[in-house]
């Protein structure tokens, strides 16, 4: 036996040998000498180990007379599998239009311009080009955000929760924030109202209950203690029937009347009114802060349909605080987002035309009849790749908006519906299916419902490209 490990184990090329064989030219000048050197060796590792431990198929492929040559492939094929982990371009046909695992908006071309000049070389992010001197890298967006929302001064960082949790620290370090139990929000990946209290240095003096909570719960609870007033947006859910709710007019007055401020996250936050748009009406930026908020902050890449940011208005003295609190400075924002950003906000200066210009808006307005027109062209293409293995159907259905923006207002939508023939093999199968559409070389993502893998079409612009991925599926 362990002659036989002797001889299989001889057997293997050295890695230099290997190296040399003209299969893996390509692969040294892609990735680099030392890169293929160590995946080669820890692929002649394994199988020394492999062969060692009895296993059989190891030893038949050392048996083999094309050693040289699967060696060479299973190399090249450590790398493929490694360039699958980086972020690739998918399908998303969830139903979700800004879908958080899937990098949420798409930006228009504009910004996308924008962001290439600025990895392409140096930028002015810091550099005031007037005086020669150092610059302010919130000076490019501040006048837009305030020119777009009434605020005095505006700041940005990388999230909107990042957004929260600088303004709390900032404002209310080690004070008592008020905010009504109706407004305990989750946010998705663990972001809690609560915890993030804590976690600024802030103590959360709930009020009120989930359904009501009154003016006279707040002016009850303001004592010497009080460092803010809080309101934050039930983004992903919403409290219906027996319920009282504040008006952030009413609720402004009563800080200011104890000389403290009104801070509103407002979550998705829309700087124009969406129902122009035939989305549910939502308080927009400028009202909220007409209203009397000192500070609002909201995300950069929910509806607003920009890049991942954090954005903070309101008064100058505030923003000012914000601003200089040693915390910004771990949260600033990069010349990728003010570049990007930057372009999204001017589209906004042209309300009349950015359900044409900001992908986001152009696919939450997508006519149905679109849509529609969209599965009708695709449903025969899908049914020639998966006809012998499944069902395919064009089916109404309801996309959602996403990110928890809006979260009862869901929209009409069109869908293939791809139901597995071999109804014993039920579930396995449609997991199966599935998986084969997520390993496409540009994966579709989709959604299970009711025993079909349904792919809304709302998101589709690319048919062309749709039907060539199936040209690869290997069912
Ligand atoms: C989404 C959301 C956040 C977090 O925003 P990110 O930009 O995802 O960090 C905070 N507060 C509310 C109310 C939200 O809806």
Redesign the pocket.
């Known amino acids: 036996m362990t002659t036989d490990v002797n001889y299989l184990r001889a057997r293997l090329p050295s890695v230099d040998k290997l190296l040399n064989n003209a299969a893996l030219t390509d692969l040294l000048d892609l990735h680099g000498h030392n890169c293929v050197r160590d995946a080669t060796r820890d692929l002649l590792a394994e199988l020394r180990t492999a062969v060692g431990e009895g296993d059989g198929s190891a030893a038949a492929l050392l048996l083999s007379d094309d050693l040289t040559e699967e060696l060479c492939l299973r190399v090249r094929r450590r790398f493929s599998a490694r360039s699958n982990t980086a972020l690739r371009p998918v399908f998303n046909l969830t139903g979700t239009v800004i879908h958080t695992n899937l990098g949420r908006s798409a930006l228009p071309q504009e910004a996308i311009n924008a962001l290439l000049t600025a990895a392409s070389g140096p930028v002015n992010l810091e550099f005031d080009l007037d005086t020669g001197r150092r610059g302010e890298r919130d000076a490019h967006l501040e006048s837009l955000l305030c020119e777009l929302t009434g605020a005095e001064a505006a700041t940005v960082v990388n999230?909107?929760?990042a957004a929260?949790l600088l303004v709390l620290q900032a404002l209310a370090p080690g004070k008592e924030v008020i905010l009504s139990r109706g407004e305990l929000?989750e946010?998705g990946g663990s972001?809690r109202i609560p915890d993030v209290m804590q976690s600024a240095g802030c103590v959360l003096r709930e009020i009120g209950t989930s359904n009501r909570t009154h003016l006279r719960d707040y002016a009850n609870a303001i004592n010497p203690q009080t460092g803010l007033l809080m309101r934050?947006?039930t983004?992903n859910y919403v409290i219906q029937g027996f319920t009282t709710r504040v008006a952030d007019s009413e609720l402004a007055a009563l800080a200011h009347a104890h000389d403290l401020p009104l801070v509103n996250?407002l979550?998705?936050g829309t700087l124009v009114d969406m129902s122009r748009f035939g989305l549910a009406r939502e308080p927009t930026v400028a009202e909220s802060l007409a209203a009397g908020a000192d500070v609002v902050t909201f995300?950069g890449?929910?509806l607003l349909g920009g890049p991942q940011a954090?954005i903070i208005v309101g008064s100058r003295v505030l923003i000012d605080r914000i601003r200089s609190h040693p915390l910004k400075r771990a949260l600033r924002v990069d010349k990728f987002t003010i570049a990007a950003l930057t372009e999204v906000l001017r589209l906004y200066q042209d309300p009349q035309r950015l359900a044409q210009r900001l992908p986001v808006l152009r696919d939450l307005t997508r006519p149905l009849v679109d849509i529609q027109n969209c599965a009708q062209r695709m449903l025969p293409v899908f049914a020639s790749h998966l006809g012998n293995l499944a069902r395919v159907s064009v089916r109404p259905c309801r996309s959602q908006i996403g990110?928890?923006a809006l979260p009862l207002n869901t929209l009409d939508s069109v869908a293939l519906a791809i139901e597995p023939l071999a109804e014993s093999a039920g579930d396995v199968e449609l997991q199966r299916l599935a998986l084969a559409l997520r390993r496409l070389p540009v994966p579709i993502v989709g959604r299970i419902r009711d025993g079909a893998i349904l792919l809304d079409l709302r998101c589709l612009r690319d048919e062309k490209e749709l039907a060539r991925q199936l040209k690869e599926l290997s069912l």
């Open positions: 999230n909107n929760a929260v929000v946010v972001f934050v947006h983004s996250d979550g998705s995300s890449d929910k954090g990110s928890g």
